[in-house]
């Protein structure tokens, strides 16, 4: 009930930020266009690239910026929070709380999460396909692993954030590891372009590692790439990459706090 509340919580308080809202919701959907007319030119001189065609292709874009936000592509998502309260030193109230860390900061992503889907992803995702030609499925069954996918992402996302985190409980301002790890993000979890169009041992690669739970294989599943036996594949490699994750953070954690000088303190 404790981190249920606090996710609740969390989806109320980014739910007050209506004109960042609208402005995200404008943003996204000015970069959809932009994308949207690239890829439209990539595939017309390559037809069925990465194994999309156009439609698919398009599909992919709009995903995209409805995932933006609530899976954390770029840097952020919450977790610049938790950078601050280590090197205040406010981090010492957390660890005296009857909750364990890592938990309570998972429910807070998911309801900041939950918010950023609705209030950020509809809108974008539904201009897209008003405007351009899509690929989108007919199938409820295909719309749920999607959503348990998006989910699943979402998890990745924030374990991935909290593992940058925490770094700066070493080196206090950790907004460089920040930027690197929000560029990883962007480059390999196939926001710039679907990690299907890298080829031989290198596309393989990429879409072996984490970041790919984030966007690459929920889209996937949107388009019915993934379905039967290879959506449960799918969706238990992001699962298997959130579990790494979340253990990675905990041990991480465990280091970390097990010696903590609050400045000043």
Not at 7 to 12: C, G, K
Not at 153 to 177: C, E, K, N, Q
Request: charged share 10%.
């Amino acid at each position: 009930m404790l981190y249920a509340a606090v996710a609740a919580r969390s989806f109320r308080r980014y739910a007050t930020y209506r004109i960042a809202t609208a402005s995200g919701v404008f943003t996204n959907t000015v970069f959809g266009f932009i994308l949207a007319y690239t890829y439209i030119a990539l595939w017309t001189e390559r037809p069925r690239l990465g194994g999309y065609d156009l439609p698919q292709a398009l599909t992919f874009v709009w995903t995209g910026q409805a995932l933006l936000a609530a899976t954390g592509l770029l840097i952020g998502g919450g977790m610049d929070e938790l950078q601050d309260r280590i090197r205040s030193g406010d981090i010492a109230v957390d660890l005296h709380r009857p909750a364990d860390l890592q938990l309570w900061w998972l429910a807070a992503d998911l309801g900041r999460a939950a918010f950023q889907l609705i209030g950020r992803g509809l809108v974008p995702m539904a201009v897209g396909t008003l405007a351009f030609p899509h690929a989108l499925p007919a199938s409820p069954v295909t719309w749920l692993l999607f959503l348990v996918s998006v989910a699943l992402g979402v998890v990745v996302g924030f374990a991935l954030r909290y593992l940058v985190a925490l770094t700066s409980f070493w080196l206090l301002d950790g907004a460089g590891v920040s930027m690197v790890a929000g560029l990883l993000c962007m480059f390999f979890s196939g926001m710039v372009l679907p990690l299907n169009v890298f080829p031989g041992g290198f596309g393989e690669a990429v879409r072996l590692l984490p970041w790919s739970s984030m966007l690459q294989v929920p889209a996937d599943v949107l388009l019915g790439v993934h379905d039967g036996a290879d959506a449960a594949r799918a969706l238990a490699f992001q699962a298997g990459w959130a579990a790494v994750l979340l253990a990675a953070g905990r041990l991480a954690q465990s280091v970390a706090t097990r010696k903590v000088v609050v400045q000043g303190g």
